[in-house]
């Protein structure tokens, strides 16, 4: 059948009005003429294939990935950049207006980026065997079929070249994918230390992934210098997931050192990062320096504020706002991106900064009712320096008692500013009710999906929250994902 594209879905695929439905054409671009093959659908929407093109956008270009129509990591390689930029500032419009019921907010252009190739600092890459032939790609959208060889468009060269290394090691070494069940490499990269680290997931050990595991991996880094660490992580779901290893379980296993060091370093502004393998942090390292200067343009800080910084990561939103406030609070999940978090800070000397392990959902009630027990958790500043003393178990229980102490009395002394920086899902229902009752007089949202973002932003503003600034920020460039940092502030008492 033959449609007129007139519009984009959610995932940036184009979208044509027919006969009272909606069929979604991913490759297409708004203002085509297509020949479609229906390829199925329920409701009002049907899913179609691009057969060919009648009529060409202006802003069509050719892919630069070879995988590009086949890969499930880009959808919008097809559309020139500062069409994508339109692309994404129509999704995240429309997504605040009918799901967040947000009429009235005026959604600016989108801030694109420099650099909108071969950004991306980390990527988890699938690892399997195609016609007998060893591949490390990416799974095609909604299926277990990798599709390509590294990530030629998002990923850098030397990433690239150090997959296609590995491929080569891994044909000649099967017992990785036979014997240990090899099925997902995750790889790190430092643009500014010229680093590369490597996490191996597999789903069993065998007696070689000790001895003979080290010599793979030092023979890998005598080929390939940029590399300078590399784990493995055993995980028994990692044969069965799509997604990041041990993320069905809600909890990423344990990562063995096997050569080098599994941490690097990123630079960005005048801050230094340390970064573990799983630890989050942005994987585009010019979005992040304008993220940061967005961040701390919003919130308009005169050096006295104490600032709650949840879901933190490795710290790094907090750590950059710290000269501009009078502390930071941190609270992250995961427990090695809170070391890496008080070793930031410790890195670019900030002493107003503290991090705690936790969830969000379970400390943020404690803390606004200052029920904060001293020995409910540890803050990694009072942790490291006990560790580093080579303090025992009494000494590090009164080291986390003091910590709790003193964040308890930062929380007491009141949360001028909340930092919300949570995962694709958004923020649990009880962080914003605990907010909404807390009542802190500026909250600054971070988020990399427009759908759960307008859902959060409607409980906030109908718990007394008004928006006073939305940016939108193309963090990933090809794909049709976007940062959106949104500035709210307390309008009236819920």
């Given at each position: ?6 519009g984009?879905?959610?995932e ?13 054409v ?5 203002g ?18 691009l ?11 050719t ?15 097809h559309a ?25 907010a ?9 650099r ?11 690892v ?10 990416f ?7 990798i ?10 060269e ?11 090691m ?22 500014s230390?010229g680093?590369?680290?490597?996490v ?9 992934l ?21 784990g493995?992580a055993i ?17 990423i296993?344990?990562?063995r050192?096997?050569?080098?060091a599994?941490?690097?370093?990123e ?12 630890s ?12 940061y ?10 050096g006295?504020e104490?600032?709650?910084d ?6 790094a939103v907090?750590l950059s ?16 991106a809170?070391?890496d978090?008080?070793t ?25 009712e ?14 490291a320096d006990?560790?580093s ?20 009395a ?8 909340v930092i ?7 923020c649990a ?7 909404i009752?807390?009542?802190p007089?500026?909250i ?15 409980i906030l ?18 794909t ?15």
């Amino acid at each position: 059948m033959i449609v007129q594209i007139d519009g984009y879905s959610h995932e940036g695929e184009g979208v044509a009005h027919q006969d009272g439905r909606a069929y979604f054409v991913p490759g297409a671009l708004k203002g085509e003429t297509a020949e479609v093959l229906e390829t199925g659908g329920k409701g009002g929407i049907t899913r179609c294939r691009l057969v060919r093109l009648i009529q060409t956008s202006a802003n069509r270009q050719t892919p630069v990935c070879p995988f590009f129509h086949d890969c499930g990591g880009c959808a919008l390689q097809h559309a020139v950049y500062p069409h994508q930029l339109e692309i994404k500032r129509d999704i995240l419009s429309r997504a605040l207006r009918v799901l967040g019921g947000v009429q009235d907010a005026v959604v600016p252009p989108v801030i694109g980026m420099e650099r909108v190739w071969d950004y991306r600092g980390k990527a988890l890459f699938a690892v399997g065997e195609a016609g007998g032939r060893v591949q490390i790609g990416f799974f095609g959208k909604g299926s277990r079929v990798i599709q390509g060889q590294g990530c030629p468009g998002l990923m850098s060269e030397q990433a690239n070249r150090v997959l296609s290394r590995l491929t080569q090691m891994l044909e000649k070494d099967k017992s990785w994918l036979h014997s240990r069940g090899l099925r997902h490499i995750l790889l790190r990269e430092s643009f500014s230390a010229g680093q590369i680290i490597l996490v191996f997931f597999v789903s069993r050990a065998d007696k070689g992934l000790g001895a003979a595991a080290r010599l793979f991996f030092a023979d890998l880094i005598s080929a390939e210098p940029i590399v300078a660490g590399a784990g493995v992580a055993i995980s028994a779901d990692t044969a069965r997931s799509n997604g990041a290893p041990g993320a069905a379980r809600g909890k990423i296993p344990p990562i063995r050192a096997l050569a080098g060091a599994l941490t690097l370093q990123e630079h960005i502004g005048e801050h230094i990062f340390q970064i573990s393998p799983e630890s989050f942090f942005q994987v585009n390292t010019e979005g992040a320096r304008k993220l940061y200067a967005i961040a701390a343009d919003s919130l308009e800080l005169t050096g006295k504020e104490t600032i709650l910084d949840l879901y933190c990561g490795t710290g790094a939103v907090g750590l950059s706002l710290s000269p501009l406030a009078g502390r930071v609070v941190g609270i992250e999940s995961a427990a090695e991106a809170v070391k890496d978090a008080q070793t930031n800070a410790r890195l670019n000397n900030i002493r107003n900064a503290r991090f705690l392990t936790g969830r969000a959902e379970e400390w943020l009630p404690k803390l606004f009712e200052k029920k904060l027990s001293p020995d409910a958790g540890i803050d990694a500043s009072a942790a490291a320096d006990a560790e580093s003393a080579g303090a025992g178990t009494a000494a590090s229980a009164g080291a986390a008692a003091s910590a709790g102490a003193s964040i308890e009395a930062a929380i007491g002394a009141g949360i001028d500013a909340v930092i919300l920086d949570p995962p694709r899902k958004g923020c649990a229902p009880n962080v914003l009710s605990s907010l909404i009752q807390a009542a802190p007089p500026r909250i600054l949202y971070i988020s990399c999906e427009p759908s759960t973002l307008a859902r959060d932003l409607k409980i906030l503003r109908q718990g007394g929250y008004a928006i006073q600034k939305i940016q939108p920020l193309d963090m990933f460039p090809q794909t049709f994902h976007t940062e959106t940092i949104v500035g709210l502030c307390r309008s009236f008492n819920s």
